[in-house]
């Protein structure tokens, strides 16, 4: 199932003029949360802001911590040096900064709050938000579970395709 870009370039219309606000945000999970079949708690959007990225959304972890591009082990940061996309469909197996999953984020999408370890993030797709100055910022859409299993299906080439021309579309709200 393709998940064409024109949403995501109406959306980014719409955002550019106020930018990344809280609000744009929710509404870029939202979208992002539908096109990926994922709840909106496995959404993360980071701006990058003095080479750090601070979470966006969801709006628990924007008071949390940001990360330092100069992070070992953060997906993240990775993503924004490289500028490289990736999936890891073995996350929870590989060495990353888990001390955001220990932060509890409420889902609009879930039917019941989920017990702790039904909220470790299984599997990930993270691509760079690029303009025409570098990296703006991250966006990671992953699948949540107690196992890799229950998180779901492992994440496709094509959908880290999707993925990044949906950041491509919305780097024009990164300002």
Do not use: W
């Not at 509404?27 to 802001?49: C, N, T, Y």
């Amino acid at each position: 199932m393709g998940t064409p870009v024109l949403p995501f370039n109406q959306l980014a219309e719409q955002c550019q003029a106020a930018g990344l606000t809280p609000e744009n945000a929710a509404k870029i999970a939202a979208e992002l949360s539908r096109a990926f079949r994922v709840h909106d708690d496995e959404v993360a959007i980071f701006k990058l802001e003095e080479a750090q990225l601070r979470f966006i959304y969801p709006p628990q972890l924007a008071n949390v911590g940001m990360i330092p591009l100069s992070h070992a082990n953060s997906v993240a940061a990775r993503t924004a040096t490289t500028k490289r996309p990736e999936a890891i469909n073995n996350l929870s197996q590989m060495r990353h900064a888990s001390i955001f999953e220990s932060v509890p984020v409420t889902s609009k999408t879930r039917a019941k709050v989920p017990d702790k370890s039904a909220t470790v993030i299984q599997k990930m797709m993270s691509v760079p938000v690029v303009g025409p100055k570098g990296v703006l910022g991250v966006i990671q859409i992953s699948r949540k579970g107690a196992t890799q299993q229950s998180a779901g299906a492992d994440f496709q080439p094509g959908d880290l395709n999707r993925l990044a021309s949906a950041a491509t579309a919305l780097a024009k709200c990164f300002k």
